[in-house]
Structure formats: structure tokens, C-alpha cells
């Protein structure tokens, strides 16, 4: 059974941080690439952020550059999302998905397999 579970997230002030996990399990997490998606109230799935399955890249969206950084750990099967100088607008429901290729993608509609999703919520 496939199953991504992410956690960490939680309430944090304006410029905190937040390191958000994402466990894999039932999947050949090595042969995938990882991607954090996120969807703010009232808002559309929005993609922030892609790691190649061989840790390649990072991407990310113009709109956590340099505040979010992406890694991950193949030895656990572990998605990670550190987060910095948290925003307002960061507010939202956080999710990990994978998919397996050899590009990046950031429709969230490509993605094989999704998390349940961690609410984090920076009050303004």
C-alpha cells in the first residue's frame, strides 16, 4: 500500500520556521522524483518546490525562493520541507506527492501519488 505521510507542521508568527517531513512508504521512493505542493485557503493546488529522485536540482517556486529549502534522505524514505521567514500568505495546507519521470513537473494534476496534507498557519 502506498502511503506519504507528512507532518510538522503546525502555527508559527510571522518570520518563524517550520521543517516539515514527508515519510514514504509501499513505493520505490528512490525511483521517484518528490515535490511539495501547497494549497492556501479558498486557493488552487499551487507547486513550490521539486527534487530529482538522485537529490537533483532543487526548484523551486519564485514565491518561497530563498526562504524554503528542499532535501531528501533515500536511506529513509523521507521527504523534508525547511521553511523560513514564514509569511501570512505561506498559510496553507502542505502536501507531498511523487511522481516517477525524468523532468520536473509543476501541474499538480501529473503527480502519481499524494500525502494527506499538513496545515500550517502563519497568522498575520
Known amino acids: 500500500q502506498v502511503r506519504l505521510v507528512e507532518s510538522g507542521g503546525g502555527l508559527v508568527q510571522p518570520g518563524g520556521s517550520l521543517r516539515l517531513s514527508c515519510a514514504a512508504s509501499?513505493?520505490?521512493?528512490?525511483?521517484?522524483?518528490m515535490y511539495w505542493v501547497r494549497q492556501a485557503p479558498g486557493k488552487g493546488l499551487e507547486w513550490i518546490s521539486t527534487?530529482?529522485?538522485?537529490?537533483?536540482?532543487?526548484y523551486y517556486a519564485d514565491s518561497v525562493k530563498g526562504r524554503f529549502t528542499i532535501s531528501r534522505d533515500n536511506s529513509k524514505n523521507t521527504l523534508y520541507l525547511e521553511m523560513n521567514s514564514l509569511k501570512p500568505e505561506d498559510t496553507a495546507i502542505y502536501y507531498c506527492?511523487?511522481?516517477?519521470?525524468?523532468?520536473?513537473?509543476?501541474?499538480?494534476?501529473?503527480?502519481?501519488?499524494w500525502g494527506q496534507g499538513t496545515q500550517v498557519t502563519v497568522p498575520s
Open positions: 527534487i530529482s529522485k538522485d537529490d537533483g536540482g532543487p
Open positions: 509501499g513505493f520505490t521512493y528512490s525511483d521517484f522524483w
Open positions: 506527492a511523487a511522481r516517477i519521470g525524468t523532468d520536473v513537473r509543476t501541474a499538480p494534476g501529473q503527480y502519481q501519488f
